[in-house]
Every structure is written in structure tokens, then in C-alpha cells.
């Protein structure tokens, strides 16, 4: 079965201009779609400015919830007027960093690592979340030190992988992380159907030869009821500094969901 998107580096000869010419043809015959993987700084600010430049419409909710499936479904409909987090691959930080904002991020990194060590966590979960959560960091200052002429969906980003820490830096009046800031909650009624879901994942991946060592279904329902509690109050806060918030369900009819999201990207828009 073929995926439903290709993947290619930005094209830097003839042959291979060549070669993405007969990959396009192809594509069209067969309906699917061609994507870079990530682009220049350089290349994204020279697109023409969207009404949606300065905002980011983040995805929040526990892992393995489907965030990432309803950002994938909205990407043909909204890349006119939003970046998303695959066009960030081959960015950097603007080289006039704001040093409020890095001491920040910063912070925010740190007293993350701190609360893995405090839990006990093994080395390896400390290593693996630092390689993990440095690319998060990286991307946040990327989008937040550059004037991008669109907006940004994120499907990860900052709040929904470091929750407890935006959390406790939140004060009572909405600082620059807040600022522009748009979430679409995913929830779940049932921490079962989260629970499901991810077993699904670790079999189709043991399946493919992956290895993996899953949290046990203790733990897994453990960390969605602290996760809804986490995100219940981001989504609280959020509201509370008036930026634009849905809370929708995991359970519910997918294309329903679409729709309501692609509503509310409309009233983003009507904001900028």
C-alpha cells in the first residue's frame, strides 16, 4: 500500500530537479501529494504574508490521543494559510535572539530535566526526553524570534510537552508565550480509548520488527488523568488571558472534529 505523502530534501541539481519532475507526474497520476521536508528560514519568510502571521495554533492533549492524525487531515486545507511543523525542518533560530525569550526557554528546559531527575526517571528516559525536548525548544524560538509571514499549526510544541513547566512560570497576566496563542484541546472521556489505541500502535509496530518497551496499562491511565488535569488548567489559563480555546473529544466522529477545527481557524483569523 502506498503512503499517502512523499517526502524529498530540497532540490539542489538538474538531476535531481529531474527526477522530482517524474515523481510529480507521477503523483498525479496516482493523487498524492508532494512535500519538502522543512525549508529555509530564508524560503518561508519569502512567501507572501498570510492574516495569520504571529499566531500559532497549537494542538494539546495526551500522547497518543490523535493530534497529529487531525493535523495531518487539515494539512491540504490550511497550508495556504498556515506553516505547519514539517516546514520547520531545515530552520534556525533568528540570529537576534531575544535573550528574555531564551532565558525563558531556557528555564522552561531545565526545570523540566529537574523534574525527570526528581522522579526517579532512569538515565536513558532523561537522555532520550533531553534529545527529544531540545528539538521543541529549538522550534518555539525559531517561530517566535522570526517574522513569518503565516501562522504556525503545531501538532507538537511547547505547551502540550512541557505542560507542567508553562504552568508554573504562568503568572497572572499573559506573557509572551500566551501571546497570540491559539489551543485545540483533545480530550478523552475514557482513559480506555486512549489506552486501546496505543496498544494498537505498539503492535503494528512490533509487527514492523520495532522494539519498543510499552508503559504498562497502569501507568498509561495514570499519566491521562494527570495529563487531562495538566491540560484542563493550560486550557483554564488560556481562557483566562483570553486566547482562543476548543475542547474537543477523542471518541467523537473525526470528520466532525475537522469541521469544528477548520471553524474555529476561521475565527483565529478574524482576530488577526
Known amino acids: 500500500m ?6 524529498l530534501g530540497n532540490a539542489g541539481n538538474k538531476t535531481l530537479s529531474s527526477k522530482t519532475a517524474v515523481i510529480k507526474k507521477l503523483l498525479g497520476v496516482t493523487g498524492l501529494e508532494l512535500n519538502q521536508r522543512g525549508r529555509k528560514t530564508a524560503e518561508l519568510c519569502a512567501l507572501p504574508r498570510c492574516p495569520t502571521a504571529g499566531w500559532i495554533v497549537e494542538f494539546i492533549g ?21 506553516f505547519f511543523r514539517s516546514d520547520l525542518g531545515q530552520t534556525g533560530p533568528s540570529p537576534a535572539v531575544s535573550k528574555a525569550l531564551e532565558n525563558l526557554h531556557r528555564e522552561i528546559y531545565f526545570l523540566k530535566l529537574k523534574r525527570l531527575y526528581e522522579e526517579n526517571a532512569d538515565a536513558w528516559k532523561i537522555l532520550t ?3 527529544q525536548m531540545s528539538r521543541v525548544i529549538s522550534e518555539s524560538l525559531t517561530i517566535l524570534n522570526n517574522d513569518f509571514p503565516r501562522g504556525f499549526v503545531l501538532d507538537e510544541s511547547l505547551f502540550k510537552n512541557f505542560h ?3 504552568l508554573a512560570l504562568a503568572g497572572d497576566a499573559p506573557g509572551p ?3 497570540q496563542r491559539a489551543f485545540i484541546y483533545l480530550r478523552t472521556r475514557d482513559p480506555e480509548f486512549v489506552v486501546a489505541r496505543y496498544q494498537g ?12 518497551v510499552p508503559p504498562s496499562d ?16 493550560i486550557t483554564q489559563k488560556a481562557q483566562a488571558f483570553d486566547c482562543p480555546v476548543i475542547v474537543l473529544y ?9 469541521r469544528t477545527i477548520l471553524e474555529f481557524e476561521e475565527t483565529v483569523r478574524s482576530r488577526a
Do not use: C, P
Open 2 to 7: 502506498l503512503a499517502q505523502k512523499i517526502y
Open 62 to 82: 495526551t500522547q497518543g490521543i490523535g493530534k497529529t492524525t487531525l493535523s495531518n487531515s487539515l494539512h491540504k486545507t490550511l497550508r495556504k494559510n498556515w
Open 129 to 131: 526526553a533531553g534529545r
Open 164 to 166: 507542567h513547566e508553562v
Open 177 to 179: 508565550l500566551w501571546a
Open 201 to 212: 500502535r505498539v503492535a503494528e509496530r512490533a509487527e514492523r520488527g520495532m522494539l519498543q
Open 218 to 233: 497502569a501507568e498509561l491511565r495514570n499519566r491521562i488523568e494527570q495529563d487531562n488535569d495538566l491540560f484542563d488548567a
Open 250 to 258: 477523542a471518541e467523537d466522529d473525526t470528520q466532525e472534529n475537522i
